[in-house]
């Protein structure tokens, strides 16, 4: 199980305002919360919580506590992957509890 930070900070798109952003997510909620806690950002900013996009929009100085914390380096196409798979889980769980009944 891990956390992971992307790279949207070295893009335009990361850019807001003055700060450089970039995604926090996890494996699991829980992971995600924990590191949350560690390095200062309230559960409230969490984004999308719930669901596969599940994430924190984090600025660069937090990206870089996480990283001494254990956060994972990954790109973005890395965590596009990473959404993607947890929604293909998501879907295939709820699908089961959706079974016929004879």
């Given amino acids: ?38 390095i200062g950002m309230d559960h409230k900013w969490i984004q999308k919580a719930g669901t596969p996009h599940e994430h924190f929009d984090v600025p660069s100085h937090r990206r870089r506590m996480a990283v001494l914390y254990g956060a994972i380096e990954i790109s973005m196409i890395e965590a596009g992957r990473i959404v993607s798979a947890r929604r293909k889980v998501m879907e295939r769980v709820q699908g089961q509890g959706r079974g016929r009944t004879a």
């Fill in 1 to 38: 199980m891990a956390v992971y930070v992307d790279n949207m900070h070295q893009t335009e798109m990361g850019r807001f305002g003055p700060y450089l952003m970039c995604h926090m997510l996890a494996d699991t909620t829980e992971e995600l919360l924990a590191m949350a806690d560690r």
